[in-house]
């Protein structure tokens, strides 16, 4: 997984890098690690932030909102809510804050695509839906190269 954030514009995908069997079961566990992409607009109202799913691999994301812990240097840990069979389940994110501070930041952006730099780690997303794919890939920079190192595509017959 891999979360990216500029001043005003995110983008995150998860699918895995290396070959690693999801948890075992049903549960709402599972839904954090279904392969999946999104980006667009969050909004920090401390200790809130709203992330505005503008392109979504999911056709209806619902609100995406979670309260950030930033005490611990390097870290950043997410609470929340999911609702999951009739009723609420709270979770916590961890995250690792893997950009050297004052690494570039870029966002390219337009009604269908867009694309968050941070560093040596980018997320493109392109939503050709309904006529052509959604397409999400994780890229890293890598000896002056961008490689892509993940894909997920969702096919545009998929609701």
Do not use: K
């Amino acid at each position: 997984m891999l979360w990216l954030q500029s001043a005003e514009t995110f983008a995150d995908i998860r699918i895995p890098l290396m070959a690693a069997a999801p948890p075992s079961g049903h549960g709402p566990a599972g839904l954090f690690h279904r392969r999946r992409a999104f980006a667009g607009v969050a909004r920090w109202n401390p200790p809130s932030m709203v992330w505005e799913h503008a392109l979504d691999s999911d056709r209806n994301p619902g609100t995406d909102v979670g309260v950030l812990d930033l005490s611990t240097p390097g870290w950043v840990y997410e609470d929340g809510t999911v609702d999951w069979d009739g009723g609420t389940v709270p979770f916590r994110e961890e995250w690792e804050l893997i950009s050297t501070p004052g690494a570039p930041v870029h966002v390219a952006e337009t009604i269908r695509r867009i694309s968050v730099t941070v560093g040596r780690w980018r997320i493109d997303i392109a939503d050709g839906r309904p006529d052509a794919v959604f397409r999400a890939d994780r890229l890293e920079l890598c000896r002056g190269e961008w490689r892509v190192v993940g894909t997920l595509t969702v096919d545009a017959r998929r609701t």
